[in-house]
């Protein structure tokens, strides 16, 4: 009943776009912070982005910012995560969670959200 599931990714070659797209059902993303995290084979999970359930407050990882955007679509259901200016290194599965959080989803660890994705391959060429 309560689901997630992440599209739009694919191959891309250096310095170009892709726009992911995490569709909930089952749950209303106005009532849940939202996260992007991503893992590359050998290394773990680190978190991507993130937008609160309040006023769309985002985070960034530091080496992302200016380049990855997190945007909340109410009436799809849906949140996206904007990638431009792609390199070989944001090779990776991407995953989206949601989370019922009080605080800034900033603050908060993976294992503490609730639902996950499948997650979507994006892979950048040089």
């Known amino acids: 009943e309560v689901q997630l599931v992440e599209s739009g990714g694919g191959l891309v070659q250096a310095g170009g776009s892709l726009r992911l797209s995490c569709a909930a059902s089952?749950?209303?993303?106005?009532?849940?912070?939202i996260g992007w995290f991503r893992q590359a084979p050998g290394k773990e999970r680190e978190g991507v982005s993130c937008?609160?359930?309040?006023?769309?407050?985002?985070y960034y990882a530091d080496s992302l910012k200016g380049r990855f955007t997190i945007s909340r679509d109410s009436a799809k259901n849906t949140v996206y995560l904007q990638m431009n200016s792609l390199k070989p290194e944001d090779t990776a599965v991407y995953y989206c969670?949601?989370?019922?959080?009080?605080?800034?989803?900033?603050?908060?660890?993976?294992?503490?959200?609730?639902?996950w994705g499948q997650g979507t391959q994006v892979t950048v060429s040089s």
């Open positions: 937008i609160s359930s309040t006023e769309n407050s985002t």
């Open positions: 089952g749950f209303s993303i106005d009532d849940y912070a």
């Open positions: 969670a949601a989370g019922f959080m009080a605080y800034h989803c900033s603050a908060y660890e993976p294992y503490e959200y609730n639902y």
